[in-house]
């Protein structure tokens, strides 16, 4: 008898979507979504509003002073913790002369491999979940007052209230990264349960934070089962739910703000002709579903976002394509979850976040693990710039539409690929991926 997968069997859902075989085999595949809503029809969402993501933004300002008082690399932006806006033409002529084709359009970067401290688009999230929880304890307790200069939460007093409460995350790597580092800086206990895939650099630089790391040999899922276990044993111990969290998804959120300011600051017009055209790599689905959010509110109808997963680890895909969300696995599917990205190496996305972004998102692509190493090697050629594998995902966007005959947008589109991480990463390996894309250029 067939297997039974959330109800149907292989070749029931082979029927229902046409491209469920080359998902399962692995295949690149492109998917627009059906379920897209123009602005205007969206059905309003009360549970995250714009004043919600403009007060995520202004608890980053009160917590700037702490944040450059205790990270000195962020001296220069005076304890704000944002990222270079790019443009990429020489990434641009690359890809068009690699792929023989044109893109409609300009290429933008948006570094968020220069995040500071986390080197990633973690920062986003994973900070503003701690400094939410951090300030909402101190202020319960009588010590802290929104008007104050959060520069005193460095002393002594705040450390040790703080080393009262304990933290815990599930991670493939650079969640673990971002909420480790803050937590311990502020005084927390703080746990990070590492899934297999995450690298060993990662571990080594969280215990040098003072981080206990926890090693399992199951996947992302089940590294954050683990972790949600054991901290729901523990007494003060909050756990950051990457598979259903509103506080990562405001955090991630607060990016559209911010490019809307760097959008302006480059004079882009966005408009109907010259509409954004974003690719954001996936992995449970949380950061690009808040980045996506935010961009929806500010840009509308001439925003449009495309998220990239590894052929390896298509679960959202799976789950937005399905209707069912968080309730199918790639694994149901035999899909491996094994990809050299390990920021998207996860097999069962965040309901949360799809549930946010159904109706916004335009469509799924995925992308080869080779790919992902051909464009880390050309970026860097053309470019000078150096991204971890995950953070690739989105450059084979704008590729996507050089063998298309017509893109939904403009032909005079900003697409801007979000380059998810990178600057943490040891000098010898991103010396070894560089190379090992090149291999795979001549290898093609
Ligand atoms: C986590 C991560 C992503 C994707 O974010 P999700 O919230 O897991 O979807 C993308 N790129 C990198 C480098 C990441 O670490």
Known sequence: MEQIIAGKTVTEWENAFPLMSRIMDTKEVFWENPNVVATADLPEDKEVTMEDILEAEALFTRFAPFIRRVFPETEMTQGQIESPFKHVSHMKQMLEDTFSGTVPGDIWLKCD?????????????????????????????????????????????????????????????????????????????????????????????????????????GDFSEAVDQGRNQCQRTSNC?????????????????????????IQANHLSVNEQHPLVVYLPCGVGGGPSGVAFGLKKIFGDNVYCYFA???????????????????????????????????????????????????????????????????????????????????????????????KAEPPFGLEAHHVVWATGGNLVPEQDMESYIQYGKQCMEDK
């Open 113 to 217: 491999n220069e995040l500071a401290i986390a080197g990633s688009i973690k920062a986003r999230g994973g900070f503003y979940e701690i400094l939410a929880y951090a300030e909402k304890l101190a202020i319960d307790n009588g010590m802290l007052l929104q008007e104050d200069n959060y520069e005193k939460l460095a002393n002594d007093a705040f450390q040790s209230f703080f080393s009262n409460y304990s933290i815990a995350v599930g991670s493939t790597g650079n969640l673990g990264l971002s909420i480790g580092i803050i937590s311990a800086k502020l005084g927390f206990h703080v746990t990070v349960h590492m899934s297999k895939d995450a690298k060993e650099w990662k571990k080594s630089l969280l215990r040098k934070h003072g981080v206990v790391v926890e090693e399992h040999e």
């Open 309 to 403: 997963e590894p052929t390896h680890s298509p679960s959202v895909l799976l789950g937005l394509m399905t209707g069912r969300f968080h309730e199918i696995a790639v694994q149901d599917f035999g899909i491996d979850n094994l990809t050299a990205a390990d920021g998207l190496a996860v097999g069962r996305p965040s309901r949360y976040a799809l549930d946010k972004v159904k109706h916004i998102v335009n469509g799924v692509y995925t992308i080869d693990d080779h790919m992902l190493y051909r464009l880390l090697y050309l970026l860097h050629e053309a470019e000078g710039i150096k991204l971890e594998p995950s953070a690739l995902a989105g450059m084979y966007g704008p590729k996507q539409w050089m063998n």
């Open 238 to 262: 909050y756990f950051v739910d990457d598979e259903d969290s509103r506080h990562l998804f405001l955090g991630y959120a607060v990016a559209a703000l911010r490019l809307k300011r760097q």
